[in-house]
């Protein structure tokens, strides 16, 4: 069976499409987020693979937990998933139109684990810092890994930074002993 990010790309192209055809970006977001959050409910999970259950039952029972927050295209939408039996990825479709969406927005998700937790100012710092590199707005996420013992490790979907001192010494060692 094929990986569930290959079947939900076109999916996620489509809507990202019509979405953004409409200048419709975040309720299409939020209306995709709020299938998922359906379909992601084991009461519900267990009926998606159930042979008695019809894609028109399954639609109608996701459209009407969902109500008036999917909209009248999310609700197609949920119907056109429905009918092809692809609920079930609602949520990665959902996490690749944020992906689209962002890139279309010129937003990027921004990860840095460091040793120690980062102030408000050195927060604002580094948001500033990788706004220039990476010439985008930064959504910063914050972790902390002590593992690291000093500096920093920067994600942004390929681009990794990784500045901390482990990593550090584990080169040294490494040359130590080449």
């Given at each position: 069976m094929?990986?569930?990010?290959?079947?939900?790309?076109?999916?996620?192209?489509?809507?990202?499409?019509?979405?953004?055809?409409?200048?419709?970006?975040?309720?299409?977001?939020?209306?995709?987020?709020?299938g998922a959050a359906v379909v992601a409910d084991p009461r519900i999970e267990v009926l998606l693979g159930n042979p008695h259950v019809t894609p028109e039952q399954l639609a109608?029972?996701?459209?009407?937990?969902?109500?008036?927050?999917?909209?009248e295209h999310g609700a197609n939408?949920?119907?056109t998933l429905a009918a092809n039996r692809r609920l079930a990825v609602l949520p990665e479709i959902a996490?690749?139109?944020?992906?689209?969406?962002?890139?279309e927005q010129g937003v990027a998700d921004v990860t840095?684990?460091?040793?120690?937790?980062?102030?408000?100012?050195?927060?604002?710092?580094?948001?500033?810092?990788l706004a220039?590199?990476?010439?985008?707005?930064?959504?910063?996420?914050?972790?902390?890994?002590?593992?690291l013992i000093g500096g920093a490790v920067v994600?942004?979907?390929?681009?990794?930074?990784?500045?901390?001192l482990r990593t550090r010494l584990e080169r040294i060692a490494y040359e130590l002993t080449a």
């Open positions: 094929a990986d569930k990010s290959t079947i939900a790309r076109p999916y996620a192209r489509a809507a990202f499409e019509e979405a953004r055809l409409d200048e419709q970006l975040e309720p299409w977001s939020q209306a995709l987020h709020t109608q029972l996701v459209i009407g937990i969902a109500g008036a927050r999917l909209g939408f949920i119907r996490a690749l139109f944020d992906t689209l969406k962002d890139a840095v684990t460091s040793a120690a937790p980062l102030d408000a100012a050195q927060q604002k710092t580094l948001e500033g810092a220039k590199r990476l010439r985008r707005t930064v959504r910063l996420h914050c972790a902390t890994d002590p593992a994600r942004s979907g390929d681009l990794v930074i990784d500045g901390s």
